[in-house]
């Protein structure tokens, strides 16, 4: 056997993602043989002792067939009926498949929600916390028969990466149809399989985009990659496989593309903020508070702000703009926009005696605030 990935074969409590392409056929159903092989992988690894999550797309992909429906569908009323009828199916389906090795499956359908408000956050963890002391497999999907538009995560990589850090997983396996990160669209000749990613240096001239593939599926290798960097930000490693070499990711061989950690644990919170927000607005600082706001790491209050654009109420995310029209900064914001114009270059102790104490406090606060950096390629990170 050849050399193993240490991180790897250490871990002992591990987030597994698998999409809909990699268990779907031509067609778009789901395919019992590509759950079984699944399956089997993971249970295994079980076996010897290793805390298994799984978070599986498929409920909508699941439910087509049963509707009638010849496509995945597009308006969000269907999907959510597609993911009512297919979500029990699919995990039906795992709990079979599992059942033959001995082992529990639980259903775990998130929103947005629960990992950042506190006592969803807290209720969540304690959830997973006491499924897999008492030996169950939990088989995670974002709850797509009630999440809008506005509380979804938006693909089920970066739901991973997020309940990665909510579990304090060891390690999060992304698996995909097609065998890892390339440096180009793998279809072309001349492309090459990155084994290992340790910092942005290693992407700089890499080009992600949308996988094209049977329709059913929502996320990229863009969304990939940027469930990677949530990842390892926060100190857990991530492998990147193709879904038919699982077996061989879960052992530590080295298969698919490997993200090295780059950070340490920090805020579920912040996590989401950062990389699983839309911005309902913006905020356009001057010098001063862009200096405040970046390098002292200061709150924004309403004296360094010059401009708002957008529709956003109390505790929306917004982006914090420097004068060049950059955002440095994203946030959650303590006023509903009609409520900031007449705040702004004011000093926070001058509209106190205006018009009471509750206009004392931050536009944002310190602690519902990260910093933002450049995208590459397009979006990810």
Do not use: C
Request: glycine residues 10%.
């Amino acid at each position: 056997m050849g050399k193993l990935r240490a991180d790897v074969t250490r871990a002992q409590r591990v987030v597994v993602k698998v999409g809909s392409s990699s268990l779907t056929t031509g067609r778009g159903a789901i395919d019992p043989a590509r759950i079984d092989a699944l399956v089997d992988a993971l249970a295994s690894r079980r076996a010897a002792g290793t805390e298994i999550v799984l978070v599986s797309s498929g409920a909508i992909a699941t439910g087509i067939a049963p509707l009638g429906l010849k496509a995945r569908p597009r308006d969000l009323a269907t999907q959510q009926a597609a993911a009512s009828v297919g979500q029990g199916l699919l995990v039906a389906r795992y709990t079979e498949a599992f059942g033959r090795h001995g082992f529990r499956v639980a259903q775990v359908l998130l929103t947005a929600d629960d990992v950042t408000r506190r006592s969803h956050y807290q209720n969540a963890f304690r959830t997973f916390a006491r499924l897999l002391e008492l030996g169950v497999v939990p088989i995670v999907n974002e709850n797509d028969s009630v999440a809008t538009h506005e509380i979804r995560f938006g693909d089920n990589d970066r739901l991973a990466a997020l309940v990665a850090h909510l579990v304090h997983a060891d390690l999060l396996v992304l698996l995909s149809d097609v065998e890892g990160l390339y440096d180009g669209d793998p279809r072309r000749a001349g492309t090459s399989l990155i084994t290992d990613v340790r910092g942005p240096e290693d992407l700089a001239r890499v080009v992600v985009g949308k996988a094209k593939g049977n329709g059913v599926g929502t996320g990229g290798m863009v969304t990939k990659v940027e469930a990677a960097d949530i990842a390892t930000a926060a100190g857990i490693p991530v492998v990147l496989a193709a879904a038919a070499a699982v077996g061989d990711a879960l052992a530590g061989s080295v298969v698919g593309t490997h993200f090295h950690v780059t950070g340490r644990r920090r805020s579920t919170r912040l996590l989401w903020l950062q990389h699983a927000t839309t911005p309902q607005g913006r905020l356009l600082l001057d010098e001063g508070a862009v200096v405040a706001v970046r390098d002292r790491r200061a709150s924004l209050l309403p004296a360094g702000i010059t401009a708002v654009e957008g529709s956003f109420g109390h505790g929306d995310p917004v982006d914090l703009v420097d004068p060049s029209g950059h955002a440095v900064a994203r946030g959650l914001v303590n006023f509903d926009a009609d409520e900031l114009p007449a705040l702004l270059g004011r000093s926070t102790r001058e509209l106190a005696r205006e018009l009471g104490p509750a206009y004392e406090r931050e536009v944002v606060h310190r602690d519902d605030l990260v910093l933002l950096h450049e995208r590459r390629n397009g979006g990810a990170r």
